[in-house]
Nanobody, 125 residues
Framework: QVQLVESGGGLVQAGGSLRLSCAAS????????FGWFRQAPGKEREFVAA????????YYADSVTGRFTISRDNAKNTLYLQMNSPKPDDTAVYYC??????????????????WGRGTQVIVSS
């Protein structure tokens, strides 16, 4: 089993910055690929960003490309999402997800076996 715990959410002004973290335990970190997803009130969960097992490949939703950066620190067993210039539309609960199986479909939530409980991000205008 893999346990994922997100942190770093909160209230941020539009145009500011925020960094989300996801601490993983229960499995060797570099055998996992990771993704960030989000869900706003009344909306479906959507893909935000993903990073491969080695960290060599990253993937982003069009809506966050150029503003958000996903990264991983294998020494600290931690995943990050750096959110720069957030917009009110980025307000959502952000979830960290991990995948151990191949093939891995980074943009598909169904491809992830493990999920955190989420952290709330509110972007004020």
């Amino acid at each position: 089993q893999v346990q994922l715990v997100e942190s770093g959410g909160g209230l941020v002004q539009a145009g500011g910055s925020l960094r989300l973290s996801c601490a993983a335990s229960g499995r060797t970190f570099n055998t996992l690929a990771f993704g960030w997803f989000r869900q706003a009130p009344g909306k479906e969960r959507e893909f935000v960003a993903a990073i491969s097992y080695s960290g060599g490949s990253t993937y982003y939703a069009d809506s966050v490309t150029g503003r958000f950066t996903i990264s991983r620190d294998n020494a600290k067993n931690t995943l990050y999402l750096q959110m720069n210039s957030p917009k009110p539309d980025d307000t959502a609960v952000y979830y960290c997800a991990a995948a151990s199986l191949a093939p891995w479909a980074p943009r598909q939530g169904a491809g992830y076996e493990y999920w955190g409980r989420g952290t709330q991000v509110i972007v004020s205008s």
